[in-house]
């Protein structure tokens, strides 16, 4: 009986080459600054989008969310990255 292959998922794209194709490189040490300040809580990792709560400098905490796209991450919902 043959066997089929579960479908690519985010975290399968989820290398820094794809994070270097999809996002700026101010926008990834922003968001790598927001980490390590201790802004980014309550990750959540679901096989097509993960988000968390990201406190951003006028203290609002979106969630904005990272989804896999035409094999590759975007930056998916409107308005800025809170960082």
């Known amino acids: 009986m043959p066997?089929?292959?579960a479908?690519?998922?985010?975290l399968d794209a989820l290398t820094p080459e794809a994070g270097h194709v999809a996002f700026t490189e101010s926008?990834?040490?922003a968001g790598r600054s927001s980490v390590e300040?201790?802004?980014v809580s309550r990750p959540s990792v679901?096989?097509?989008r993960a988000d968390a709560v990201v406190v951003g400098a006028d203290?609002?905490?979106?969630r904005?969310?990272?989804?896999?796209a035409r094999g590759g991450l975007t930056k998916?919902?409107?308005g800025r990255p809170p960082w």
Do not use: F, N, Q
């Open 59 to 62: 203290r609002r905490s979106p």
């Open 76 to 78: 998916t919902g409107s």
């Open 37 to 39: 300040r201790g802004k």
């Open 46 to 48: 679901r096989p097509a």
């Open 3 to 5: 066997t089929t292959a």
């Open 27 to 29: 926008a990834l040490e």
């Open 64 to 68: 904005p969310p990272l989804a896999r």
């Open 7 to 10: 479908p690519p998922t985010l």
